[in-house]
């Protein structure tokens, strides 16, 4: 049975099966998003455009261009699209610099060193994507440690007088032995100041 109330909702992921998948949270992002489609909700899926995910046997196509801000720097990103099982429509961050290599989060077991700032990178990009389609979610579903600073965005540069301001979030997190846990270095570059580095901000 539908909802009566359908909602928007963006999923953000580092993960999305068949597209991209290094365990189960590809799984949930995929088999959520579609069971939110098939129940009445503009449910949206937005992933990183990996150098791994097929783009003929995706159907992945441009869709634009787009300009993300973190902190003094800026960066051009490439937006495709596709569906996921002809069902949810899936957005696609293209950036040669971070997505743009053999692995996912590692090769060889070897862990990207800078993948702090890979999806600090891509959390902010999700906002900006809402933003220039005019396509305002109700809620952003985020996984994991890799999406949750479109959390803390939302709470900062997307609380007044954004479109996002109305704009909820929720957290899952499919495993917990992955904290995400780096350098406070990385803040600046978030475009976070000592103010939000405390455990109780947020």
């Avoid at 040669?96 to 060193?113: K, V």
């Avoid at 540069?157 to 996002?164: A, E, F, K, T």
Wanted: glycine share 10%; charged share 20%.
């Amino acid at each position: 049975m539908k909802s009566t109330s359908p909602r928007k909702i963006l999923f953000a992921a580092s993960e999305c099966a068949p597209l991209a998948k290094s365990g189960g949270l590809g799984d949930v992002v995929a088999g959520l998003a579609k069971e939110l489609k098939w129940s009445g909700h503009d449910a949206r899926i937005v992933l990183p455009l990996y150098r791994s995910i097929n783009r003929e046997k995706y159907g992945v196509n441009f869709l634009s261009s787009a300009c993300v801000h973190l902190g003094g720097w800026e960066s051009w990103i490439g937006v495709y699209e596709c569906e996921l099982d002809g069902v949810v429509p899936v957005w696609l961050v293209e950036h040669e610099h971070y997505f743009g290599r053999r692995g996912i989060y590692d090769e060889g077991s070897q862990e990207y060193g800078d993948n702090a700032y890979r999806y600090a990178f891509f959390s902010k990009a999700c906002l900006q994507l809402c933003k220039d389609f005019a396509w305002i979610p109700d809620l952003i579903h985020v996984h994991d440690w890799q999406t949750s600073p479109v959390a803390a965005y939302l709470k900062t540069w997307d609380r007044v007088l954004s479109p996002l301001s109305a704009t909820a979030s929720v957290l899952t997190i499919h495993n917990i032995g992955y904290q995400g846990v780096y350098e406070a270095g990385v803040m600046p570059f978030m475009g976070f100041g000592s103010e939000q580095f405390q455990p109780r901000i947020f």
